[in-house]
């Protein structure tokens, strides 16, 4: 189990790790709650490479996020989008902090959209954009 993550409390809780980090190549799709997550990770997150695009839209607080070794400042009402290959690391989270976060990879896409080159129509996709 990767270091950021709150090796006591996923045991205490009986928590299943794979319901919450996508693998790679699974057909994989998570949507939940920012809190939910937050018990489980020990802050701040060291950078990772991630294998699946991630959206994540904050609706109180702030966070800190480096991608690829950029700082960036997210803040409610933001939403954040990652592609695969961003090295990424949370540098910080505000205590008020609140929101969704949703995982896919590439395989569920090409399985449940029905339009093979659907990833490439979503342009938002291959970067990281803020819509305010």
Do not use: W
Not at 20 to 48: H, Q, W
Not at 93 to 117: K, Q, W
Request: aromatic share 14%.
């Amino acid at each position: 189990m990767q270091k950021h993550f709150n090796k006591e409390y996923i045991a205490d809780n009986n928590i299943n790790l794979n319901l919450f980090t996508p693998k790679e190549s699974t057909c994989y799709f998570v949507i939940r709650a920012i809190e939910d997550g937050l018990k489980m990770i020990n802050f701040p997150k060291d950078s990772v490479k991630i294998t699946y695009y991630e959206v994540v839209f904050l609706t109180q607080g702030y966070s800190v996020v480096n991608e690829n070794l950029i700082e960036i400042n997210q803040c409610a009402p933001q939403i954040r989008f990652s592609p695969p290959g961003k090295i990424v690391s949370v540098t910080k989270i505000s205590d008020d902090v609140e929101g969704f976060y949703c995982l896919f990879d590439h395989e569920f896409i090409s399985r449940y959209a029905g339009e093979i080159n659907l990833l490439k129509s979503l342009s938002f996709l291959n970067l990281t954009l803020y819509l305010f």
